[in-house]
């Protein structure tokens, strides 16, 4: 195990930052169960961090940080079983890459794959689908440190509680080191995308929904445009983008150009209308084949914090018009586009789908923009419609808003009284939205 000095950590958007009084990178599981023993009886708490894409300060700590870079061995392929177990730090994009060598792949994704699994799977990282939505909803098993040391597995058959509330944890109840995933073999998805007016898809919605296997679409703020991406399961034969038009939609519009707009909308403002329009129409329409992981994620390159939350399906329409209207209403000039996307409910007890059916509304706003006041506004629209926030990304909530927009909140909380009584791993962020 390697311990290194204590610098100043910051997350992906910069908007958090960490000063931990001792970074160790632990090996094994048992590495990670002395570094915990060790913090508890020097009275420090522990958080572990991934690849820092949260927006909110839920890995923040002032006391021991682990990070999880030297737990990325697989520890075992399962063809028939459909399962494959993994440690905990390794990125997405390396799983995605081993999976494919075995000829597997996961369910569903979410649109980037920079994160760490533990990292991911622990705030509720979600796709799209008509189906299948959480990357944790994929998960078969854990293995755990917890607040005592104890390394423990769990699983819907073994702690079930224990399974039931950490495969969505936030870190309040251990430290993962290994998960096992259900994968299925590897498969191909035709992705169609095509720009659409705001009111065609609001009026289309459901069936977008139902027809599709996964379905997305984002909103260009200050205009009635609409890009709108449906992927769905084919035979093939493979037909993936040539790399001259990866590079001009993906790399050279999405990423660069799109990076001097927003640059440009951060300088003058005002601008950022005319802007959108632009925006809204460089994307032409296309269709491509390609390997599953390949469609679900894209590069992310331009820099931006975000907000999110799930709402009830049914109220995606109303809410979205209300978005609409408070953006055309006000004062605030937002660069980027609006993200909307679907989840069928779940089991898992702090999943933002949590037993019932989701539709998810993403805002975004470029790094060193004044986010607040849009924000502020969204999430009221938001919470009107008993929404929840993703635990990695702003809001503003905390245990009291949660105890009634979630069925088992005090299950979670009773389980990581168990768990963690002292609150080894607890920091401000988790105070606040779990309470003491």
């Avoid at 979630?406 to 401000?428: C, I, K, Q, S």
Wanted: hydrophobic share 40%; proline share 5%.
């Amino acid at each position: 195990m390697s311990s290194t000095p204590p610098l100043p950590w910051k997350n992906w958007a910069g908007n958090q930052t960490a000063h931990p009084r001792r970074v160790v990178t632990p090996r094994s599981p048992e590495e990670v169960s002395a570094a915990v023993r060790r913090a508890a009886s020097e009275g420090m708490r522990v958080k572990a961090v991934g690849a820092g894409h949260s927006f909110t300060s839920v890995a923040v700590t002032d006391g021991v940080q682990i990070r999880p870079e030297g737990l990325t061995e697989i520890r075992g392929v399962d063809a028939e079983a459909g399962t494959v177990t993994v440690g905990s730090g390794m990125r997405l994009e390396r799983f995605n890459d081993v999976l494919a060598g075995h000829g597997l792949a996961l369910t569903n994704m979410g649109d980037i794959a920079v994160q760490s699994l533990a990292g991911a799977t622990g705030t509720g990282t979600h796709g799209t689908g008509r189906a299948s939505g959480a990357l944790s909803g994929q998960i078969r098993g854990l293995e755990m440190v917890l607040a005592d040391g104890e390394i423990v597995t769990c699983s819907a058959t073994e702690n079930a509680e224990l399974f039931a509330g950490a495969r969505v944890g936030l870190g309040a109840l251990g430290i993962v080191t290994a998960l096992t995933f259900a994968v299925e073999p590897a498969f191909l998805l035709e992705a169609r995308e095509e720009p659409m007016t705001l009111d065609a898809v609001l009026g289309g919605f459901d069936e977008l929904c139902a027809d599709n296997d996964h379905f997305e679409f984002y909103w260009f703020p200050h205009t009635d445009s609409c890009n709108v991406k449906r992927n769905n399961r084919t035979e093939g034969p493979a037909k993936p983008l040539s790399k001259a038009r990866f590079l001009l939609d993906d790399e050279i519009l999405s990423n660069g150009v799109f990076g001097l707009a927003c640059r440009l909308g951060k300088a003058a403002p005002k601008a950022i209308p005319t802007i959108a329009k632009l925006s809204s129409k460089a994307l032409s329409a296309r269709t491509y084949t390609d390997a599953s992981y390949k469609v679900f994620t894209s590069p992310r390159r331009v820099r931006f914090v975000e907000m999110e939350y799930a709402i009830p399906r049914e109220a995606l329409t109303s809410a979205l018009r209300e978005v609409h209207k408070l953006v055309a209403d006000g004062d605030d000039k937002v660069s980027f586009p609006v993200e909307v996307r679907i989840a069928p409910g779940d089991d898992m007890w702090l999943s933002t789908a949590s037993e019932r059916d989701s539709a998810y509304i993403a805002v975004h706003m470029y790094r060193g923009t004044a986010h607040e006041r849009y924000f502020t506004a969204v999430e009221r629209i938001m919470t009107a419609h008993q929404g929840r926030p993703h635990w990695g990304k702003l809001h503003t909530r905390d245990a009291e808003y949660f105890a009634d927009v979630y069925p088992h909140f005090a299950d979670f909380r009773t389980l990581r009284d168990r768990v963690d009584p002292e609150r080894r791993f607890g920091n401000a962020y988790l105070r606040r939205v779990l309470g003491e």
